[in-house]
């Protein structure tokens, strides 16, 4: 009886210290904002107490047996050594409580693979490192980037004190955005190796696989931001491909939805007119950083032991502009050189290639984004 | 060299030949399984040097030592040296040094490929750690070698999937060797259903490497013609399919698994009756559940990859395969309570090791047993809880029953009684640290930290912190363990042939240290 005491006071102050910690550290799944994360914290709960309880008896009866079965207190071996009817009940109890588990398992499964009656699609794409959204119905498309603040801070000893900068590794430059109240369906893949795009809150994640779509969905219940990141190991960055989710109320989105169209116009418009060589290494220098910096590092070098050439001094940056554009255009394959044709406008990809055949020493002329829209 | 000795020197006991070349040509189970388990330590620390990298840089938020390349390197190479370099090589050396004296043979059946086995190793590890010199760097895609990823790894690349090959090539001799071995060297009256059980649950590990070994040669040779041979197996542009490779993969590291964890199975069940000083509860019921959990291990594989877009067909049945497993693992756990039940229990340092493998692995099991649930894997998979989960069923499982063998055998290997109370200590400061260490790692997984990131956010600060710490006494004390074995081998209290007060079977009547041939005269088994 002692024991059992002992046990329980235990218990209690277990689940009390549990109880208070859980403010200051992050303990537990969260329960989410979906129908569908709430189902998952439920299973979850219920076969950790179930793993809870099981480990308490047979922890019990091991404690029991190591305090009174030992020789030091004058214990004789018994001599028993099999038993069928035991090995049959031990058998049976647990296929029991593993049937009653993969009901429930099975019917949260059924509901969280089933996307049909969607209201709206969002194309998810997986690139090193980042991540492009197309809306289908809004024709809407954008990629998403880790925050350059945070990509700064990120830097081996950037001598940036991360603990001061908010949501560190888990802010983007532009957020997807989803209505409330929505059965939003998302549209999975990834263009170069596996990622996965996951948002605890949401209640699952989806491999995004070249070459292959996965679906999946949410329907999220109240506005606000949720976060998360990629979830496959996906390379040198892959620490660093965040995802932000922003739901907004339907007018809300609405609204966003309006303002967004209205710059992907003038994004277009920018591509179409000259741009002055000044004009080119300003944007070039911060799209370079954002794009092609992890590799390429930030002074041109490379990281030649990781296999990513330099671009200082490359043949390249300095040869014929449309073997620079080609290779950014289409990528290399077999490589981690990516294609960015879906990823940059006109603009955007002028710009980098401009920057990049006049820093760090290179002389090589300005390339124009009407070079650009010829070469598609 | 010794066998030409051998020839006409076959009525009394000779020694092996001396100075470095008794290693190199050596067909001598002791010696060999020696080697093994050397092996094995170096590469354990080795691996473990680079787990302490990985911890250090997880120590605080932001990047302050390696950059992210490197550090993927040291998570790639730190599990294929864990794997393939500490675990496995570390249960063959067991097999070697105990199979022979269990089951009453003079030697290994087929000594020449023992040989051969264990030479391929160090050079196989030479070839992959030679990658870090190389352009590219060290493999660093992960030890599951996803493609495409691992496809865009630099010069280090064929010497990655050859080191594999020669690896397995290894795996499948020391394995033939033991089947041989078992089914024709027993001695007269050693039944099948006499054997100890760590025999069975190598016979059993046996046919699961011969089984799924080349399955793993097969998927990277795979992965070599599409780098090299324009074949595109793996790619969708060619028509192929990325995730072929993981049911391949999954294929052979599921039973994989298995492999590392039951001769652990099989070391337990040796120490806990002879501390209990009582037989050994359900002794048949221990041979079918090993039975049952190798034949699932086939089945269950897609439990990896349940993210990755399967049909909802295929994950609901892999989930009902999975969960099944618990039910045979389960029935071993209960006989080993049942075996210390009412026993009459002392705790040397074996027996520590082996109770705590028995909670431990347990705690493993049952975060498995959550992991198995597909919809609650799709919040699970690929964070630090599943980091969590299989460094208890490996490190506080695996290893802990390597550790706890090792005690259990030394002095009959080396005729030297170990420091008991260092041994103690050994087992009380591992135990203490490596739950700081991985404990944690599954509230940092349930909040939502995924696997293989150099850096992270802000909110997992303070339990990177405590597991790294726990992380580098556990390390550290491991150097310990090192330090014990060699004062062991260097001297000591000479041991008994019994050694233990309640240790039953054949390689306890052997002199402590046994003689070079174990069993020059087979013994009888009643």
Redesign the interface.
């Given at each position: 009886m002692r024991h059992l005491t002992i046990k329980a006071l235990l218990f209690t102050v277990l689940m009390a210290l549990t109880g208070t910690a859980l403010s200051e550290y992050a303990l537990n799944l969260t329960t989410g904002v979906t129908e569908t994360s709430r189902q998952v914290y439920d299973l979850h709960m219920i076969i950790l107490w179930v793993c809870v309880v099981i480990g308490i008896i047979v922890f019990g009866a091991m404690i029991y047996s190591i305090i009174y079965h030992r020789k030091s207190k004058g214990a004789v071996a018994a001599q028993f050594h099999e038993s069928t009817k035991m090995e049959i009940v031990w058998t049976i109890i647990p296929i029991v409580i593993l049937v009653s588990m993969a009901i429930p398992a099975t019917t949260t499964l059924l509901a969280m693979t089933n996307t049909s009656d969607a209201e709206m699609s969002i194309k998810i794409t997986g690139h090193q490192w980042k991540w492009q959204y197309d809306y289908i119905e809004d024709d809407i498309s954008f990629v998403s980037n880790l925050h350059p603040e945070h990509n700064k801070a990120r830097q081996l000893n950037s001598g940036i004190d991360v603990a001061s900068i908010d949501n560190y590794l888990l802010e983007v430059d532009e957020p997807m955005v989803i209505p409330t109240g929505k059965k939003v369906r998302f549209l999975i893949t990834a263009s170069d190796v596996l990622h996965a795009w996951w948002v605890p809150e949401l209640g699952w994640k989806q491999d995004a696989v070249p070459g292959f779509i996965n679906e999946q969905w949410t329907k999220v219940d109240e506005p606000g931001i949720y976060r998360g990141q990629c979830a496959e190991l996906c390379g040198k960055d892959h620490a660093f491909m965040p995802i932000v989710v922003v739901a907004k109320s339907p007018a809300d989105y609405e609204a966003w939805v309006a303002e967004k169209k209205g710059a992907a116009v003038e994004a277009a418009a920018e591509g179409d007119r000259e741009w002055s060589k000044d004009e080119l290494m300003a944007k070039g220098e911060s799209l370079y950083a954002t794009n092609c910096a992890s590799c390429h590092m930030a002074n041109g070098q490379g990281l030649p032991a990781a296999n990513f050439p330099a671009l200082a001094g490359s043949a390249i940056a300095n040869g014929p502009a449309d073997a620079h554009i080609n290779i950014v255009l289409n990528g290399k394959p077999g490589t981690a050189m990516a294609s960015y044709r879906a990823l940059l406008s006109d603009a955007d990809m002028a710009a980098i290639i401009t920057y990049e055949r006049n820093a760090w020493g290179n002389d090589a002329g300005i390339v124009q984004p009407a070079a650009i829209k010829a070469a598609r | 060299m010794s066998t030409a000795t051998a020839a006409h020197d076959d009525h009394h006991d000779h020694g092996p030949a001396k100075g470095l070349m008794r290693w190199v040509t050596t067909t001598n189970h002791k010696d060999i399984g020696t080697m093994y388990l050397i092996f094995a330590l170096i590469m354990f620390l080795l691996g473990g040097a680079m787990a302490m990298v990985i911890r250090a840089e997880l120590f605080q938020?932001?990047?302050?030592l390696?950059?992210?390349?490197f550090f993927?390197s040291m998570t790639t190479v730190h599990a294929l040296l864990m794997i393939f370099g500490a675990v496995m090589p570390a249960f063959t050396g067991l097999a070697n040094l105990l199979i022979p004296m269990m089951v009453g043979a003079p030697d290994m059946a087929l000594p020449r490929m023992n040989n051969l086995s264990f030479w391929i190793l160090p050079f196989a590890f030479l070839m992959l750690l030679s990658t870090f010199f190389m352009?590219?760097?060290g493999p660093?895609?992960?030890w599951t070698l996803?493609p495409?990823?691992v496809?865009?790894?630099?010069?280090g690349f064929p010497f990655l999937i050859f080191s594999i090959h020669l690896m397995g090539l290894s795996s499948i001799m020391g394995s033939i060797n033991v089947i041989v071995t078992v089914f024709n060297m027993r001695a007269p009256g050693m039944t099948l259903m006499k054997m100890p059980l760590f025999v069975w649950t190598w016979l059993i590990t046996a046919y699961l490497l011969i089984a799924t070994m080349p399955v793993l040669a097969g998927a990277v040779t795979m992965l070599l013609t599409d780098?090299f041979a324009g074949t595109s197996f793996f790619?969708?542009?060619g028509g192929g399919?990325?995730?072929m490779f993981q049911h391949i993969f999954w294929f052979f590291a599921h039973p994989e698994v298995y492999i590392l964890i039951l001769p652990a199975f099989g070391i337990v069940s040796a120490i806990i009756p002879t501390f209990?000083?009582?037989?050994?509860?359900?002794?048949?019921?221990m041979v079918y559940a090993t039975a049952s959990i190798a034949f699932l291990s086939f089945i269950v594989w897609a439990h990896h990859m349940f993210?990755?877009?399967m049909p909802?067909a295929g994950?609901?049945f892999f989930?009902?395969a999975t969960?099944?497993i618990?039910?045979p693992t389960?029935?071993k756990?209960?006989n080993w309570?049942?075996?210390?039940?009412?026993?009459?229990?002392?705790?040397e340092t074996p027996m520590l090791f082996a109770?705590g493998f028995?909670?431990m692995f347990?705690?493993g099991g049952?975060?498995g047993?959550?992991l198995a649930?597909?919809?609650?894997d799709?919040?699970y998979?690929?964070?630090y809880f599943v980091v969590a989960h299989f460094h208890y069923v490996l490190v506080t499982g695996a290893i802990y029953a390597i550790m706890g063998g090792a005690y259990y055998w030394l002095p009959k290997w080396t005729g030297n009684m170990y420091n008991e109370k260092l041994g103690k200590f050994h087992f009380w400061i591992s135990t203490i640290s490596v739950n700081v260490l991985f404990f944690p790692q599954h509230?940092?997984g349930?909040?939502?930290m995924?696997r293989?990131?150099?850096?992270?956010?802000?909110?997992?600060?303070?339990?990177n912190l405590i597991s790294s710490l726990g992380g580098f006494v556990f390390g550290l004390s491991q150097l310990l363990f090192v330090y014990i074995v060699i004062k062991t081998i260097r001297g000591g209290e000479k041991a008994t042939d019994r050694v233990w007060e309640g240790a039953h079977g054949l390689e306890w009547t052997l002199p402590s240290p046994p003689p070079y041939h174990s069993f020059s005269e087979a013994p009888e088994v009643k």
């Open positions: - | 938020p932001g990047l302050q390696v950059d992210p390349q993927n352009q590219g760097g660093a895609g992960g996803y495409p990823l496809l865009q790894y630099g010069d780098k790619s969708a542009a399919d990325p995730v209990a000083r009582k037989p050994l509860f359900g002794y048949s019921s993210t990755t877009g909802v994950e609901l989930m009902y969960m099944m618990a039910v389960g029935v756990v209960f309570v049942s075996t210390m039940w009412k026993g009459s229990m002392t705790f109770v028995v909670i347990t705690i049952f975060s047993l959550m649930i597909a919809p609650v799709f919040q998979h690929d964070t509230f940092l349930l909040a939502g995924p293989r990131i150099p850096d992270y956010a802000v909110q997992f600060a303070d339990w």
